[in-house]
């Protein structure tokens, strides 16, 4: 079955796990702006980092014929630093005008602390201004239903922001209904020993229906499993949920979703929207790449 | 919706993998009783007791009720508390 997993970090992954990935039946990905395992030292870090987003990765993804979005922000570790988080903030708009950037993301709460709430909010306030979509990063662990408590706090600040355009990630059984019943989408995240397993997804599944919901392997450089969407398709199957079903879970919701992005589009069709956005920053650091890539599924 | 499995199906699919997860438990405590010292009065040694207790309930939420266990108290007012700007 053709899926796509949209949340996984490929920068962590070597380029055999795009061609697993691909001969699993993967044909597009989404990949959120992440914590690299150690705190950078400056905005410049990101501003590479980015481009790495928006121009290698994809090209990397496109060698095996899946389509690579993508999602820019401050992460939130390392939110932590204000005065950093704020300059990479400013890095952020100049990016969300390249082909398969969908948003703002993957911003959100880690240890819960107040450095990482107002830099969750001054960004919730740029994606609110440009019109952009929003995935947000969950705590892991016991910090978990604290701070998605306090995401849903802050995103009921915005009134004008569409709530079908926001999704909410790493949900678990104490936090999906909060995040559904909001009007948000939920994400789960199929992650060994920290998040969820495919049976709890699965059961998940049972529980609250379809709509609105998606499920990853969100992949990186800790332990992790890539193909962990596989998996969640063949546990839909062994409870014996129909095709139709399981489609819709792992390629139709996607596609839904980042629909809603005027940088999405499936092969041969053209950008769905015309959203204004600001002009680019001028800097004397490089530009980001010129993503030409035909793409192809 | 729902589970489209009978229960005894269920039963019969995921028997040997609780056996096994049961064991572990057991395993896990019995290594902590054997250890140096006592754990007794840690709060997380507590908090594994009354998941085990959940585990016993009725019902079907207990993944979420044992999640809750694990979770740090949430406090509504924690925005007065972090003194954020307020937005309107």
């Known amino acids: 079955m053709q899926y796509i997993d949209p949340h996984i970090h490929m920068v962590s992954r070597v380029t055999?796990?795009?061609?697993?990935?691909?001969?699993?039946?993967?044909?597009?990905?989404?990949?959120?702006a992440f914590w690299a395992g150690f705190d950078r030292s400056s905005a410049d870090s990101f501003r590479d980092y980015f481009r790495q987003l928006t121009d290698f990765e994809p090209r990397r993804a496109e060698s095996f014929g899946i389509q690579h979005f993508t999602w820019i922000c401050i992460n939130a570790k390392e939110a932590e630093n204000v005065r950093l988080a704020r300059d990479v903030i400013g890095l952020i708009p100049e990016f969300l005008q390249l082909p398969g950037v969908l948003g703002i993301g993957e911003i959100g709460l880690n240890k819960n602390?107040?450095?990482?709430?107002?830099?969750?909010?001054?960004?919730?306030?740029?994606?609110?201004?440009?019109?952009?979509?929003?995935?947000?990063?969950?705590?892991?662990?016991?910090?978990?239903y604290k701070g998605t408590r306090m995401i849903l706090d802050m995103l009921a600040d915005f009134p004008r922001?569409?709530?079908?355009?926001?999704?909410?990630?790493?949900?678990?059984?104490?936090?999906i209904r909060g995040v559904l019943e909001a009007g948000y989408w939920a994400g789960m995240t199929l992650y060994p020993v920290s998040k969820c397993t495919p049976q709890r997804a699965v059961d998940m599944v049972e529980m609250y229906g379809p709509e609105r919901l998606l499920v990853n392997s969100a992949g990186d450089w800790g332990p992790s499993k890539p193909?962990?969407?596989?998996?969640?398709?063949?546990?839909?199957?062994?409870?014996?949920?129909?095709?139709?079903?399981?489609?819709?879970?792992?390629?139709?919701?996607?596609?839904?979703?980042?629909?809603?992005?005027?940088?999405?589009?499936?092969?041969?069709?053209?950008?769905?929207?015309?959203?204004?956005?600001?002009?680019?920053?001028?800097?004397?650091?490089?530009?980001?790449?010129?993503?030409?890539?035909?793409?192809?599924? | 919706?729902?589970?489209?499995?009978?229960?005894?199906?269920?039963?019969?699919?995921?028997?040997?993998?609780?056996?096994?997860?049961?064991?572990?438990?057991?395993?896990?405590?019995?290594?902590?009783?054997?250890?140096?010292?006592?754990?007794?009065?840690?709060?997380?040694?507590?908090?594994?007791?009354?998941?085990?207790?959940?585990?016993?309930?009725?019902?079907?939420?207990?993944?979420?009720?044992?999640?809750?266990?694990?979770?740090?108290?949430?406090?509504?007012?924690?925005?007065?508390?972090?003194?954020?700007p307020a937005r309107h």
Not at chain 1, 230 to 249: Q, T
Not at chain 2, 13 to 28: D, K
């Open chain 2, 1 to 84: 919706m729902s589970n489209p499995l009978e229960a005894s199906e269920v039963l019969y699919r995921e028997f040997p993998e609780i056996r096994a997860w049961l064991l572990q438990i057991g395993a896990a405590l019995d290594r902590m009783e054997r250890g140096i010292g006592s754990v007794a009065d840690d709060p997380r040694r507590q908090s594994i007791d009354e998941a085990l207790r959940l585990l016993l309930a009725s019902g079907a939420d207990r993944a979420e009720q044992i999640q809750l266990l694990f979770s740090l108290r949430y406090d509504p007012n924690w925005k007065q508390e972090f003194a954020l």
């Open chain 1, 161 to 175: 922001l569409a709530r079908r355009r926001v999704l909410v990630d790493h949900v678990e059984e104490h936090t």
């Open chain 1, 227 to 297: 193909t962990a969407v596989p998996d969640f398709i063949v546990a839909m199957r062994r409870r014996g949920h129909p095709e139709s079903l399981i489609k819709r879970i792992v390629y139709d919701n996607p596609v839904e979703f980042f629909r809603q992005s005027r940088n999405f589009k499936l092969p041969g069709e053209k950008v769905a929207t015309t959203a204004t956005v600001p002009a680019p920053t001028p800097a004397a650091a490089p530009s980001p790449g010129k993503a030409t890539r035909a793409l192809t599924i």
């Open chain 1, 113 to 144: 602390t107040r450095n990482e709430s107002i830099i969750f909010f001054e960004q919730v306030e740029l994606a609110e201004r440009l019109s952009e979509q929003i995935l947000i990063h969950t705590p892991h662990l016991h910090d978990k």
């Open chain 1, 16 to 32: 055999d796990d795009y061609e697993t990935l691909a001969r699993m039946g993967c044909v597009g990905m989404s990949e959120p």
